[in-house]
């Protein structure tokens, strides 16, 4: 099992640009969550999925979108980028709702310039 | 106030020490309490789960929880260089507070 996984690990993208960050898991969870994690911040949570086709906002939605089209895949959107989204993004899966155990991936580190 | 506080540190100390690891929090809806371990430029990864006041042991590692204080502890025994990394206490509750609150981490170094 590769567990989750996310692509690119670094990216920089410039203001005003859009770019996917991937996350794809391969444990059939049908729980997954988008976090960011800035310093001194702690993460916060983005968007957050409980199955496929079904996605519901975080704590910080603004300038992000999503989707789920299937259960292994579930991509995070930015368009327009913002230097306030320069972060490094974690996707993380869980079993069941709610878990104190969630899986996460190795994280995406993007800065917006 | 945030719902949960943690000394960002850093934490330095000597190999073999006994490390202790703190965080308070202030929403008494949460009920289920867990540390995770982030290694430089990785993910977090779960190391311990507890359920509400108490202590839970799992090798090195004893959680303990203080409900009534709004206070949780990681205490790390015979500490090892593998064991430096940033700790991150994570916290929810039942019926509408599913989703989880994590500190805002503490770097712990251990110097062989």
């Known amino acids: 099992n590769a567990g989750v996984t996310q692509t690119p690990k670094f990216r920089i993208l410039k203001i005003g640009q859009s770019m996917t960050l991937q996350c794809t898991q391969d444990m059939n969870h049908n729980y997954m969550y988008w976090y960011r994690q800035d310093p001194g911040m702690g993460l916060k949570l983005i968007y957050y999925?409980?199955?496929?086709?079904i996605t519901d906002k975080g704590e910080v939605p603004n300038g992000y979108n999503v989707s789920r089209s299937t259960t292994e895949d579930f991509p995070l959107r930015l368009e327009l980028a913002a230097p306030s989204q320069t972060s490094v993004y974690f996707c993380?899966?869980?079993?069941?709702w709610g878990a104190g155990e969630q899986y996460f991936g190795p994280g995406t580190r993007l800065t917006v310039t | 106030q945030k719902e949960v506080e943690q000394d960002p540190g850093p934490l330095s100390v000597p190999e073999g020490a006994i490390v202790s690891l703190n965080c308070t929090y202030s929403?008494?809806?949460?009920?289920?309490f867990m540390w995770y371990r982030q290694y430089s430029r990785k993910g977090p990864e779960l190391l311990m789960y507890?359920?509400?006041?108490g202590n839970k042991e799992d090798g090195r590692f004893t959680a303990q929880v203080d409900k009534s204080s709004k206070y949780i502890s990681l205490f790390i025994r015979d500490s090892q260089p593998s064991d430096s990394a940033t700790y991150l206490c994570?916290?929810?509750?039942?019926?509408?507070?599913?989703?989880?609150?994590f500190g805002t981490g503490t770097r712990l170094t251990i110097i062989p």
């Open positions: 994570a916290m929810k509750g039942n019926f509408g507070n599913e989703k989880l609150t």
């Open positions: 929403n008494s809806a949460f009920q289920y």
């Open positions: 999925s409980v199955g496929a086709g």
């Open positions: 993380a899966s869980s079993y069941v």
């Open positions: 507890t359920y509400s006041s």
